[in-house]
T-cell receptor
Framework: DTAVSQTPKYLVTQMGNDKSIKCEQN?????MYWYKQDSKKFLKIMFS???????INETVPNRFSPKSPDKAHLNLHINSLELGDSAVYFC??????????FGPGTRLTVT | AQSVTQLGSHVSVSEGALVLLRCNYS??????LFWYVQYPNQGLQLLLK??????LVKGINGFEAEFKKSETSFHLTKPSAHMSDAAEYFC???????????FGGGTRLMVKP
């Protein structure tokens, strides 16, 4: 069984569109995260979320917003997509202060 | 603020040779330190972690790392490289609110036959 899953695996869209990436974990973890990996493989945290608190990396544009319908899901919504948003987005989960388990990634290409 | 520096964006070793990937960190709080491996077009897999206690930690696939507080280092080693070790390796630190990881820039390990 897949521990952390993401859909879609690939997403190609045009500038200005709004899109969502879904993430689900079946590990019973209480904290979920979104990371962005750019074309140079650099990984940057975007959000950390548990049922009590959302922590946002201050460098993330407010066009990005996480939505958590329940403890096992943390979706990423992106409004008004820009060329610079092209990257691989990784979801991860953990027990608080435990090691993080990563999903397979979603490669977003904005044209 | 926290930061991680990985010295050497590319490291090439021969099969059977020692693997040494360098990681230095800075943190204003006691750090939790991690090494992750990423194979092409895949997500990140945890190799090992240091939280507290023993400073020499062993991970999967024969890798180990030593936490040296005085040097603010957490270098990753493996005595004998295998072809299957070729991948991108990331050092990361956490310890601040939300357990968010701060990653180094990554080191691509290449293994020559």
């Amino acid at each position: 069984d897949t521990a952390v899953s993401q859909t879609p695996k690939y997403l190609v869209t045009q500038m200005g569109n709004d899109k969502s990436i879904k993430c689900e974990q079946n590990l019973g973890h209480d904290t979920m995260y979104w990371y962005k990996q750019d074309s140079k493989k650099f990984l940057k945290i975007m959000f950390s979320y548990n049922n009590k608190e959302l922590i946002i990396n201050e460098t993330v544009p407010n066009r990005f917003s996480p939505k958590s319908p329940d403890k096992a899901h943390l979706n990423l919504h992106i409004n008004s997509l820009e060329l610079g948003d092209s990257a691989v987005y990784f979801c991860a989960s953990s027990h608080q202060e435990g090691e993080q388990y990563f999903g397979p990634g979603t490669r977003l290409t904005v044209t | 603020a926290q930061s991680v520096t990985q010295l050497g964006s590319h490291v090439s070793v021969s099969e059977g040779a020692l693997v040494l990937l360098r990681c230095n960190y800075s943190s204003s709080v006691p750090p939790y330190l991690f090494w992750y491996v990423q194979y092409p077009n895949q997500g990140l897999q945890l190799l090992l972690k240091y939280t507290t206690g023993a400073t020499l930690v062993k991970g999967i696939n024969g890798f180990e790392a030593e936490f040296k507080k005085s040097e603010t280092s957490f270098h990753l080693t493996k005595p004998s490289a295998h072809m299957s070790d070729a991948a991108e390796y990331f050092c990361a630190v956490s310890g601040l609110a939300g357990n968010m990881l701060t990653f180094g820039g990554g080191t691509r390990l290449m293994v020559k036959p």
